[in-house]
């Protein structure tokens, strides 16, 4: 999961690929660098850390003047960060030059054999080793750039999006891809290349999604060339036009995007309900559904894959299916169902959610599924994404861009598209009565609202951030609906703060978890159920009396908790079901002071990345 730019046309490319990786950055951060073509050879800048760091390095060059290039921004995968194991890669003549986000993993076996021909390697990637592949075969058969990328490509086992430039053929710039993403800007007389179309939005709104196996021969004022990887038979590439717009994917005026997109939320569920909700008709429009109404209507089960704040949606929408639509629902990790040889039969419903549509997990797991019959329903925010594009059917969440590697926004617009789906079906079923159907659209076209008044607890929020800021451990507790937000909250906490933080059913917690309170430990309890009330004091009870410290999350005009726990913060009242989308909020805003009063790096915590393309 790095990213990938690059840029052929009749402008200064530098700048255009550096701006272009600083939009990419959220996909990895451990090195960058840009390799531009400056009339005589291939010129390389790179460095280790973020892409900053690169910024300073490429003021103190002058050799990189061109209108051809590419960049790279990385997360390590093979060989530690460093600036010799970061991208561009040369080939042993320092002729070719080339980006890769995935992985070969047969890298070794063909190091041996290009070493044994007299290679040499400087760098522990997989990617020079690929690149020297393709050199190896250039000179050898003597082919031209596209083709020995295209031989050398049938001899790699793994996933790959690259961008090669030849110092023979400056004029062209060689794509291809396998499971990692890659597009291609198409603009007049010059193109773009990103692994998302963000590097170049501001330049032009044509975009063609390579699809898996494909390789583009792009070239100055020629027609781009597009194949087939394993048979070279000639393809003819959608044009598809983009809707996003630059100051949908800038801060505004906040200090994170973080901190944007949690705000963004009422508007971001707005956007996802725009269209499929008509409160005065009754009606609750979802195509992917009302085109394939009979399979949902005879499904014997549900299975829902996902991974990480996408599979706690998941688990959210186990209690909406089973509690709404009476619909048994089964939730896995995708990574899990995917080498587990899961019972899949014809017909049976995956839903698949993913905020950005391309986790190879996920992706890998829908493509199990489909090969043994099933019907595969995508949940996603980015649209043209190779999940949203692989699946049979599915719903945008309309959440705009999400930037920020702690995801927020893409979580409660993906509760929203469940939610409508779990009372859809329920009406569709007959098993609700058209006043309860009623009350259900109401209450979801509120919830907007809802959260936005969820998000005026903030600085409350901010105030008991401060108090708890030094804890190294916390416990999130929750019940039935909330016990996914449980996880939800700790998971926040941990990838952003680093503190460590664990989420149980509260009454797990007498089960092993009660044995770790003790008066430094606080405990983050979820106690807005209307189900299991007395349940929920209990357990603040148990962990009061052990000297814990309670933070608690309640309904507004709560009385008991108030009197009991340490802190609270109040979230609006709503019906039981609805409960995530309030208690989600003051959670993400904790952990967010809590990052920022550590001073952590809250959009792009260490280790991480936004889409993780690899295994
Ligand atoms: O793009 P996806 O929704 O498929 O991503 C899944 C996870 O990688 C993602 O939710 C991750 O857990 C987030 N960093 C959590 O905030």
Same mark, same amino acid.
């Given at each position: 999961m790095c990213g990938i730019v690059g840029y052929l046309g009749g402008r200064e490319a530098l700048p255009i690929i550096l701006n272009g990786l600083k939009r990419l950055e959220y996909r990895g951060y451990d090195s960058a660098g840009i390799a531009i073509y400056n009339g005589s050879s291939i010129s390389v800048c790179k460095s280790k850390g973020k892409i900053s760091k690169l910024e300073k390095q490429l003021q103190k060059?002058?050799?990189?003047?061109?209108s051809v290039g590419i960049g790279h921004t990385r997360w390590a995968t *093979? $060989? @530690?960060?460093n600036n010799i194991n970061a991208h561009p890669q040369y080939s042993n003549s320092n002729k070719l030059c080339i980006v890769h986000n995935g992985i070969i993993e047969n890298y070794s076996t063909i190091k041996q054999k290009l070493i044994k021909e007299g290679y040499t390697f400087k760098? /522990?990637?997989d990617t020079e080793v690929l690149i020297n592949l393709i050199e190896y075969v250039k000179i050898k058969e003597n082919v031209k750039l596209g083709e020995a990328v295209q031989i050398a490509l049938n001899q790699v086992i793994g996933a790959y999006a690259i961008a090669v430039i030849d110092n023979d053929k400056p004029d062209e710039i060689v794509v291809a891809k396998l499971g990692s993403p890659l597009c291609i800007g198409v603009g007049k007389d010059e193109h773009f290349i990103g692994s998302?179309?963000?590097?170049f939005i501001e330049f032009t709104k044509n975009v063609i999604y390579l699809e898996d196996g494909e390789l583009a021969i792009i070239r100055n004022h020629k027609d781009t060339l597009f194949r087939k990887i394993v048979d070279d038979s000639k393809i003819s590439p959608t044009i598809n036009k983009l809707e996003l717009s630059l100051d949908k994917i800038?801060?505004?005026?906040? /200090?994170h995007y973080m901190l944007k997109e949690i705000y963004e939320q009422p508007k971001a569920i707005q956007d996802t309900l725009r269209g499929r909700l008509n409160i005065s008709k009754g009606i609750i429009k979802l195509s992917g559904i009302d085109d394939y109404i009979n399979k949902f209507l005879s499904a014997k089960k549900i299975t829902i894959i996902a991974c990480g704040t996408s599979w706690h949606s998941a688990l959210v929408a186990e209690y909406m299916f089973e509690k709404i639509s009476r619909i048994p629902t089964e939730v896995e990790y995708a990574s899990e169902f995917r080498y587990r040889d899961p019972v899949v039969e014809r017909n049976d419903i995956i839903i698949a959610i993913s905020q #950005? $549509? @391309?986790t190879a997990d996920t992706l890998a797991a829908i493509k199990l599924a489909k090969s043994k019959g099933a019907f595969v329903y995508g949940i996603c925010n +980015? +649209?043209? #994404?190779s999940i949203a594009r692989e699946s049979d059917t599915g719903s945008y969440?309309?959440?705009?861009?999400?930037?920020? +590697?702690? #995801?927020?926004k893409a979580f409660t617009t993906q509760m929203t598209v469940l939610y409508l789906m779990a009372v859809k079906l329920s009406k569709s079923k007959g098993i609700i009565s058209e006043k309860i159907f009623r009350k259900y659209i109401v209450e979801i076209s509120n919830i907007g609202n809802k959260v936005h008044k969820a998000l005026s607890a903030n600085n409350e929020i901010k105030k008991i951030a401060k108090k708890f800021k030094s804890a190294k451990n916390c416990l999130y507790l929750g019940r039935g609906y909330n016990f996914p937000i449980a996880l939800e909250g700790a998971l926040k906490l941990k990838e952003i703060s680093y503190i460590h933080a664990e989420g149980y059913?509260?009454? @797990?917690?007498? *089960?092993?978890?009660?044995?770790?309170?003790?008066?430094d430990m606080p405990t983050i309890v979820?106690?807005? %159920?209307?189900? %299991?009330y007395d349940k929920i004091v209990s357990n603040i009870q148990e962990i009061k009396s052990r000297k814990g410290k309670i933070i608690a999350i309640v #309904? @507004?005009?709560?009385?008991e908790v108030k009197e009991i726990a340490d802190y609270i913060i109040e979230v609006p009242d709503t019906i039981e079901s609805m409960t995530p989308f309030m208690t989600v909020i003051p959670l993400q805003l904790l952990s967010y002071h809590i990052a920022v009063m550590l001073g952590k790096d809250v959009d792009q915590p260490r280790n991480l990345a936004k889409s993780v393309t690899v295994e």
């Open positions: 060059r002058k050799n990189l003047s061109g *093979h $060989g @530690e960060p760098s /522990d990637t998302d179309v963000t590097p800038e801060k505004q005026g906040f /200090d #950005s $549509g @391309e +980015v +649209v043209g #994404s969440t309309h959440a705009g861009p999400e930037i920020g +590697v702690a #995801s927020t059913p509260a009454a @797990e917690m007498k *089960h092993g978890p009660i044995a770790l309170i003790d008066k979820i106690a807005t %159920n209307k189900i %299991n #309904s @507004e005009g709560d009385k």
